[in-house]
């Protein structure tokens, strides 16, 4: 079975699960950059970023070499932006579909909220099957190591979890198509 993590990142939170995840499933990683980056903070620059969400914005990305459609588990990952997943993820749901494939979708923010992977999933991934959906308050931001480090497992151990019932649903949905052709 194939994996892949797609992700992008701003701060390094969502970069460091998804690295823990591909250690712990075995997957490959495709991030999302951006090509003009967000730059700065304070009341100009978040007041742009909010009219981004808000306007379901298409920030340009640059090209990688995954194509999503190639895999059989997707896991997708977001930072929050105003109670929304990142824009960069409207771009490349607008090119690529992705139907018909299991997906796992995991975010990070600064407080435990799942909205932004619930208006994912209704916006763009409607016709994949949602394995399931992840929060965690920024691991990268804990005072301690061993907090980071217990947050990044707990994650790794959800995904691998959801690995494992993918593989078993594969494992059935090929044994359905066999037994169809071969009429057992």
Same mark, same amino acid.
Not at 30 to 59: I, Q, S
């Given at each position: 079975?194939?994996k892949l993590?797609?992700?992008?990142?701003?701060?390094?939170?969502?970069? %460091?699960? %998804?690295?823990?995840?591909?250690?712990?499933?075995?997957?490959?990683?495709?991030?999302?950059v951006?090509?003009?980056k967000?730059?700065?903070?304070? *009341? *100009?620059n978040?007041?742009k @970023?909010? @009219?981004? /969400?808000?306007?379901?914005? &298409?920030?340009?990305?640059f090209? *990688?070499?995954?194509?999503?459609?190639? +895999?059989d588990l997707?896991?997708?990952?977001?930072? /929050?932006?105003y109670?929304? +997943?990142?824009?960069? $993820?409207?771009? @490349? $749901?607008?090119?690529?579909?992705? +139907?018909d494939?299991k997906?796992?979708?995991?975010?990070?923010?600064?407080k435990?909220?799942? &909205?932004?992977?619930?208006?994912?999933? &209704?916006e763009?991934?409607?016709d994949? /099957?949602i394995?399931g959906?992840?929060?965690?308050?920024?691991?990268?931001?804990?005072?301690?190591?061993?907090?980071?480090? %217990?947050?990044?497992?707990?994650? %790794?151990e959800?995904?691998q979890?959801?690995?494992?019932?993918?593989?078993?649903?594969?494992?059935?949905?090929? $044994?359905?198509?066999?037994?169809?052709?071969y009429?057992?």
């Amino acid at each position: 079975m194939k994996k892949l993590i797609l992700y992008t990142s701003v701060d390094g939170n969502t970069d %460091a699960v %998804a690295h823990a995840i591909a250690e712990k499933v075995g997957a490959d990683m495709a991030r999302l950059v951006r090509v003009k980056k967000v730059r700065g903070f304070g *009341f *100009f620059n978040n007041l742009k @970023l909010r @009219l981004e /969400v808000m306007g379901k914005k &298409k920030p340009d990305i640059f090209p *990688f070499k995954w194509d999503p459609r190639d +895999y059989d588990l997707i896991y997708i990952g977001t930072p /929050v932006w105003y109670d929304s +997943y990142n824009p960069v $993820f409207n771009t @490349l $749901f607008n090119v690529i579909k992705v +139907y018909d494939r299991k997906v796992a979708l995991f975010s990070t923010g600064m407080k435990e909220d799942t &909205k932004a992977l619930s208006k994912l999933e &209704k916006e763009w991934l409607q016709d994949s /099957v949602i394995l399931g959906t992840k929060h965690c308050v920024e691991p990268i931001w804990c005072d301690e190591d061993s907090e980071t480090q %217990a947050i990044l497992d707990d994650m %790794a151990e959800w995904a691998q979890q959801l690995s494992d019932q993918a593989e078993k649903m594969i494992e059935q949905e090929e $044994f359905e198509r066999r037994k169809t052709i071969y009429k057992y």
